[in-house]
């Protein structure tokens, strides 16, 4: 698996030569927007500062007003209109840079061209995030309740209740970090439904998630150890200069591996094509 993922970053690398300035000024671009984003948010958090009755939300150590609050909320829901189609594009960008001709960076714009394009592009992300996200919640019950058991025995002063909390606060960080890696390895059931929308778009949301159930199954440890060997690189991606280099690299590599997924998938399954373009990178068309 290791060789597979040298493999696939050797041709993430080949893909992308002399085309890292396209690559970054789409990650600069979208970047941009989401610093927008975020910078409109924080002006409107510091105004609102001054306003409202503080909350103390459970798990969060900082107090909040109510008006921040709802200006969270607000710009978490508004910006998904936003920045949903303009990353689906960005994919579908890096989904035919895998295929071999540069493509044209004003393909990011393409979902927002046709009212039917964007509907399915915001569809697409609501679905994938809304199966993940109740997925993760139903996760975070076990953490959640022993959150609640630790500060229920911190109220006791006694020897034996230092313990347990602290037995309790190392079970606490140890089921929250599995709650997590579960999570994730569920929400890459879902890894491949931007490429399928990508392939073809004329897939319906269902069948593009449809199909990624499909050919991820048994595939999800290896798209997770790709990720995983980025963590490092992306780690550097706290500063903006690498992030140019870093992120065009990690698309690029998930999109010639989705390619390769899809067309196993197309093999292992004849008689059930999947729809949309056929991949063009394939176990036998990899480069050792």
């Given amino acids: 698996m290791s060789r597979f993922n ?14 890292w300035g396209k690559a970054a000024a789409g990650t600069l671009f979208l970047s941009g927007i989401c610093a927008i984003v975020m910078l409109l948010e924080e002006f409107g958090m510091n105004a609102l500062s001054l306003f409202g009755k503080e ?32 990353c689906v594009g960005m994919q579908k960008w890096y989904f035919r840079l895998a295929d071999g001709p540069t ?4 393909m990011i714009f393409d979902y927002y061209a046709d009212g039917r394009l964007y509907g399915k592009a915001l569809w697409l992300t609501l679905n994938v995030f809304l ?21 229920w025995v911190s109220g006791f002063d006694s020897a034996a209740a230092a313990v347990g909390e602290a037995l309790l606060f190392l079970l606490f960080v140890v089921m929250t970090v599995l709650s997590a890696v579960l999570t994730l390895c569920f929400g890459l059931r879902y890894f491949l439904t931007v490429y399928y929308l990508a392939g073809d778009e004329n897939i319906s ?20 150890s790709l990720m995983l060997g980025w963590l490092p690189l992306l780690l550097c991606c706290l500063l903006l200069v690498p992030a140019l280099f870093v992120l065009p690299y990690c698309n690029t590599a998930l999109a010639i591996n989705a390619r390769w997924l899809m067309g196993r998938d197309d093999r292992l399954h004849p008689a059930e094509p999947s729809v949309g ?11 050792f």
């Fill in 131 to 151: 199966r993940t996200a109740v997925f993760g919640a139903l996760m975070a019950l076990l953490p959640a309740g022993i959150r609640t058991a630790q500060l």
């Fill in 55 to 86: 909350l103390q939300v459970p798990f969060l150590a900082v107090p909040v007003t109510s008006a921040q609050s709802v200006l969270s909320i607000l710009f978490g829901v508004l910006s998904v209109p936003v920045l949903a189609p303009l």
């Fill in 6 to 19: 040298a493999v696939l970053r050797k041709d993430a690398r080949r893909c992308l030569k002399g085309r």
């Fill in 277 to 287: 373009e056929a991949p063009s990178v394939s176990a036998d068309t990899i480069v």
């Fill in 205 to 224: 949301v269902r069948q593009a998630v449809r199909c990624s159930v499909r050919a991820m199954k048994g595939m999800k440890g290896q798209v997770f």
């Fill in 103 to 106: 493509p044209d960076l004003r």
